[in-house]
């Protein structure tokens, strides 16, 4: 009995004739700012330590998606931090030889090392450079996975930058059958790609959309018997950096998020897959902009007054003043946020008071320079953390919480502060929950600190207030939905 085909191959489709609405604004402001600050941090070692650990991130994780091989995230994080060597992969830790893992990950890393090279070269993207990367990226890799005719799974030889010569259609997990181009079609098939990606670089269709368009299409033809999602990342990864962004770094925490869109985009809807790609290359942004300007460890005296000059330089007031605007910016928000909370508190009062008359709720902020500012270090530092960046108290730090109180007393905090230890102008609002107790001692004890949203909410100078005020607005929502839900299942 033949099995039931979930998704049927059709000719790759070029994007939609009106592919406006999928542009991110926040994106395209955030890219901004990176191109007015990028030449003052291009020559420091900070950002060149930053850009080396970014490509062997992309060079791990990318592996880790096709399930080449497997490393925790302790080992992950010490082979960027410290270089790609086997030694510094315990025995044990893998299921494959450590040498043989670092190997791949060497292909990867030089592959995304050459995508700059490429690009630096002027060189138009071909059929043949497409066959050079998979090529590259499979140096290490000797056998691919494969069914035979009475579907038992097997290993066989590679054909490195060479076209899948048989069907390559993979199973789902119901026993459904996904269905690639057919290996009769795809030489036409990657023409006709490589022509629509040249006329979407006439018609200056966005880095994301276009990043997101030829990664979702290619894998569509599956051109290759295997690695044909490294070589999609990378494909994605040149369009961005062709623009002076940043590799795509697509990780483990993105899988579902990444096959989901994925899955949408197989459907005809390309725009979760365009969001995603903007998340990851925001992530990056906010990242790089938050790089110390300063170079840490010893200095000769000559780069100590070099360092001062360009503080100097940068307090000029032009420069403080376009600052000042994310401040501004922020300080809206947070009006916009204590406005929202005290409508929450007035439902709650209303709704909940009438159940239960000894339930408590209010609503409270602080300011930028107020004497509470201070308050909520350690919640803030923390949600910071697990989303991976500094949160910087020095530059503005003020606060809005609504305080839920029952037989437990929970709060919903939202945080507006600076990001990265040298202010460049990056604020972050994030939401926090976490329940407060008291101890045997008759003191306040904080637990469950949980971060509401998987990414900050940024805020720059160079985005417009009111599509900022749009997009906090929504994120607003989706952040005191999942706190009370939250505060609602510890009851």
């Not at 007393?409 to 407060?436: K, M």
Request: aromatic fraction near 8%; proline fraction near 4%.
């Amino acid at each position: 009995m033949n099995a039931r085909i979930s998704h049927r191959w059709t000719p790759i489709q070029d994007l939609p004739a009106d592919w406006k609405p999928l542009e991110s604004g926040e994106l395209r402001a955030l890219s901004q700012v990176w191109e007015e600050q990028r030449p003052d941090l291009e020559d420091k070692e900070a950002l060149q330590t930053f850009n080396e650990r970014l490509r062997r991130e992309w060079a791990i994780e990318t592996g880790i998606l096709e399930r080449l091989y497997t490393l925790d995230r302790g080992i992950t994080r010490i082979l960027i931090e410290k270089g790609l060597d086997a030694s510094l992969i315990p025995h044990g830790s893998t299921e494959q030889d450590p040498h043989q893992v670092v190997d791949m990950i060497r292909d990867h890393r030089d592959v995304v090392e050459g995508l700059f090279q490429f690009v630096k070269g002027g060189r138009s993207l071909s059929t043949s450079y497409i066959k050079e990367l998979h090529a590259a990226l499979t140096r290490h890799q000797d056998t691919a996975e494969a069914v035979d005719t009475r579907g038992t799974a097997l290993k066989v030889r590679l054909l490195r930058g060479e076209y899948e010569k048989l069907p390559n259609n993979p199973s789902r997990p119901d026993g459904s059958i996904h269905e690639y181009c057919p290996p009769e079609q795809v030489a036409s098939e990657m023409d006709r790609l490589i022509e629509l990606q040249l006329d979407h670089e006439k018609a200056s269709v966005p880095p994301e959309v276009e990043a997101a368009w030829l990664h979702h299409r290619f894998t569509q033809i599956h051109p290759f018997q295997d690695g044909n999602g490294r070589v999609a990342r990378c494909l994605a990864s040149l369009v961005l950096i062709k623009s002076g962004w940043f590799p795509l770094t697509v990780t483990r925490d993105d899988r579902d998020r990444y096959t989901g869109s994925l899955e949408e985009a197989d459907q005809g809807d390309l725009l979760d897959h365009v969001r995603l790609f903007a998340s990851i290359e925001k992530r990056a942004f906010v990242s790089a902009l938050a790089i110390d300007r300063e170079v840490r460890g010893r200095k000769q005296v000559s780069q100590v007054i070099q360092a001062l000059r360009e503080r100097l330089e940068k307090d000029k007031e032009d420069l403080k003043r376009k600052w000042e605007l994310a401040k501004l910016s922020s300080r809206k928000l947070q009006r916009l946020g204590l406005e929202r909370l005290k409508e929450i508190e007035a439902e709650l009062k209303q709704e909940i008071g009438k159940v239960e008359p000894k339930y408590r709720f209010f609503v409270d902020d602080e300011l930028p320079g107020g004497k509470r500012a201070h308050y909520f270090r350690h919640q803030v530092t923390e949600t910071a953390r697990r989303l991976g960046y500094y949160a910087n108290f020095r530059e503005h730090r003020a606060w809005t919480r609504l305080v839920l109180e029952a037989e437990s007393r929970g709060e919903i905090l939202l945080s507006y502060h600076a990001v990265g230890q040298d202010y460049r102008g990056i604020l972050a609002v994030t939401g926090t929950f976490f329940w407060r107790s008291a101890t045997e001692e008759h003191e306040a004890e904080v637990t469950d600190v949980t971060p509401l949203s998987d990414e900050i909410f940024q805020v720059n100078y160079a985005e417009p207030s009111e599509q900022v005020e749009k997009r906090f607005r929504s994120w607003l929502e989706s952040v005191l939905t999942k706190g009370l839900d939250l505060w609602r299942r510890g009851l």
